[in-house]
T-cell receptor
Framework: DAKTTQPNSMESNEEEPVHLPCNHS???????IHWYRQLPSQGPEYVIHGLTSNVNNRMASLAIAEDRKSSTLILHRATLRDAAVYYCILGAGGTSYGKLTFGQGTILTVHP | SAVISQKPSRDICQRGTSLTIQCQVD?????MFWYRQQPGQSLTLIATANQGSEATYESGFVIDKFPISRPNLTFSTLTVSNMSPEDSSIYLC??????????FGQGTRLTVV
């Protein structure tokens, strides 16, 4: 599996935007970029995913570089509930998708 | 979407014993998976639970240690056998009802003493 690199930790203030970067220079043409987050004492939850184009959903936005070697997860207005470990994961689509390779992720701290 | 229930939520077990963890999904799903999260670490995939056939294990995990059952499209079990303190981890079940979003249970926190 292609590898991703994320900062170990980031901090933000409540109600401010947060940009979480992810580098994936060895991404293949068929790899999707997935983001999951894990709140304290919970299982991971899906945030967003994309292939080439930028994506928006109710939780976040995903900005993908033109060469696809990096991406950024954007939380438009951080809340205290967004404090979690955020994982950037590369994977194939289809039925093999569920086999996720988690890296160490970014610990996001949100200050009131 | 899918709601996943795991039992037990936590347990403390004696070394040398076995624990079976149950995973129930509220809808039929094709793909189910088991992960391990060691203390302070990220998640590692143990195996894919295949319905009606033997589970597919990842490198470093074997059936004798982690036998898995998948009797139908909504249920799976993971057994941690002959436990040692090194098996103390959180074990998580995951299901893939579609093809783009995986759902996870809350996890089973296992402590082996």
């Amino acid at each position: 599996d292609a590898k991703t690199t994320q900062p170990n930790s980031m901090e933000s203030n409540e109600e401010e935007p947060v940009h979480l970067p992810c580098n994936h220079s060895t991404i293949s043409g068929t790899d999707y970029i997935h983001w999951y987050r894990q709140l304290p004492s919970q299982g991971p939850e899906y945030v967003i995913h994309g292939l080439t184009s930028n994506v928006n959903n109710r939780m976040a936005s995903l900005a993908i570089a033109e060469d696809r070697k990096s991406s950024t997860l954007i939380l438009h207005r951080a809340t205290l509930r967004d404090a979690a470990v955020y994982y950037c994961i590369l994977g194939a689509g289809g039925t093999s998708y569920g086999k996720l390779t988690f890296g160490q992720g970014t610990i996001l701290t949100v200050h009131p | 979407s899918a709601v996943i229930s795991q039992k037990p939520s936590r347990d403390i077990c004696q070394r040398g014993t076995s624990l079976t963890i149950q995973c129930q999904v509220d809808s039929q799903v094709t793909m189910m998976f088991w992960y391990r999260q060691q203390p302070g670490q990220s998640l590692t995939l143990i195996a894919t639970a295949n319905q009606g056939s033997e589970a597919t294990y990842e490198s470093g995990f074997v059936i004798d240690k982690f036998p898995i059952s998948r009797p139908n499209l909504t249920f799976s079990t993971l057994t941690v056998s002959n436990m040692s303190p090194e098996d103390s981890s959180i074990y998580l079940c995951s299901a893939l009802p579609g093809v783009t979003e995986a759902f996870f249970g809350q996890g089973t926190r296992l402590t082996v003493v």
